[in-house]
Nanobody
């Protein structure tokens, strides 16, 4: 039984920053991938960033490269998404997720999901 809980969302002005956190309880993947996805109303869920569960090899969607940073604190079982230079198009519900296999930006590959945290940029 793995539960993922996101926090840190909110409303921010264009150009501002937010840091999202995802805390895992129960079993945490020691291999595979942890990542962040987002979904705006009427749009498909899209991958934002991913990182191997053991740490390292971060990857980012082109739309957020240079602005977002994914990191992980294994001791705290927490994954972070630092979001800088936020734009209105970043507005979405953000989810953390885990998969026992290699990182990908395909949502259906992920087996564990948090409840989401809303990010609104205006």
């Amino acid at each position: 039984d793995v539960q993922l809980v996101e926090s840190g969302g909110g409303s921010v002005q264009t150009g501002g920053s937010l840091r999202l956190s995802c805390v895992a309880s129960g079993v945490t993947y020691s291999s595979g991938c942890v990542g962040w996805f987002r979904q705006a109303p009427g749009k498909q869920r899209e991958g934002v960033a991913g990182m191997s569960a053991g740490g390292g090899r971060p990857q980012y969607a082109d739309s957020v490269k240079g602005r977002f940073t994914i990191s992980q604190d294994s001791a705290k079982k927490t994954v972070y998404l630092q979001m800088n230079s936020l734009k209105p198009e970043d507005t979405a519900m953000y989810f953390c997720a885990g998969t026992p296999v290699t990182c990908s930006f395909t949502a259906r590959h992920y087996t564990q999901w948090g409840q989401g945290t809303q990010v609104t940029v205006s």
